[in-house]
């Protein structure tokens, strides 16, 4: 757990410093389109009510969110926009799961071939690396609240598992469970730092400091892609790792 921690980190380190660019609202724009697709009311449809808490979180302007909503629906100007997921190795034989949403098939695979291959690693096949990841329902919550309370609430409301950080609680859910128990918390004042579908690997591969060096590499160059919404791998980094700037 401790390498998909520090991933998770950095990942939301650099979310934040993307939402300062305003970056993060492009990959925002597109997972609320993609959402949409199964209908415009957040009520019946739970992946556009978690695009939409990130799209808020992000302080997105509604007329931005309303105009996403309309084109995944079609209740607005139609495009295209497909998901699709790519698979690979990096330094290391480490696995990495690429998800993308785009409007331009060709570009994302060059992009992400270009990628494995820029930091000595290779796209693999589909289903090469899949089977090593399970989907889940990640929700963070402030450790500042009563960690018996939120471990209480959390597993009485379908969460699967309760995890202690010093930052935070992480509470682990089935995907098809997480925005019921992110509305539980909520109903009890409980507010979520991020709740998120995620993939996560079963069997972590242990890396020294040099190989990690090279891993976030390709994973920071991944996640900068325009296309990339999430980039997964089953590398566990040391304990120690000083995080890249």
């Known amino acids: 757990m401790a390498g998909h921690s520090k991933w998770a980190n950095i990942k939301h380190r650099k979310a934040r410093q993307d939402a300062s660019r305003g970056k993060i609202w492009t990959k925002v724009i597109r997972e ?4 949409a697709k199964g209908g415009p009311d957040p009520d019946d449809n ?23 909503i309309q084109k995944g629906s079609g209740t607005g100007e139609m495009g295209v926009i497909e998901e699709l997921t790519f698979e690979g190795y990096g330094p ?9 949403m785009t409007d331009n098939r060709n570009r994302t695979v060059a992009d992400v071939r270009h990628a494995f291959s820029k930091f000595g690693g290779n796209m693999g096949t589909d289903g090469s690396v899949a089977y090593l990841f399970n989907k889940l329902g990640i ?22 598992d309760f995890i202690v950080f010093d930052e935070y609680f992480e509470v682990i859910t089935n995907s098809a469970n997480l925005s019921s128990v992110v509305e539980v918390l909520h109903s009890r004042e409980i507010e979520t730092l991020d709740a998120e579908i995620t993939m996560r690997a079963e069997t972590l591969v242990h890396l020294d400091q040099e190989t990690s060096e090279k891993v976030l590499k390709i994973m920071n160059f ?18 120690d790792f000083i995080e890249e700037a």
Do not use: C, W, Y
């Open 222 to 239: 991944m996640d900068d892609l325009d296309d990339v919404q999430e980039v997964h791998t089953n590398a566990e980094f040391p304990d």
């Open 92 to 100: 290391n034989g480490v696995a990495i799961l690429v998800e993308t």
């Open 32 to 35: 609320i389109t993609v959402a």
């Open 46 to 68: 739970p992946r556009l009510r978690l695009a939409l808490d990130k799209a808020n979180a992000s302080n997105m302007p509604k007329d931005t969110i309303k105009r996403a």
């Open 139 to 160: 929700i963070h919550v402030a450790s500042s609240h009563e960690e018996d309370l939120i471990m209480e609430i959390a597993l009485e409301a379908g969460a699967d």
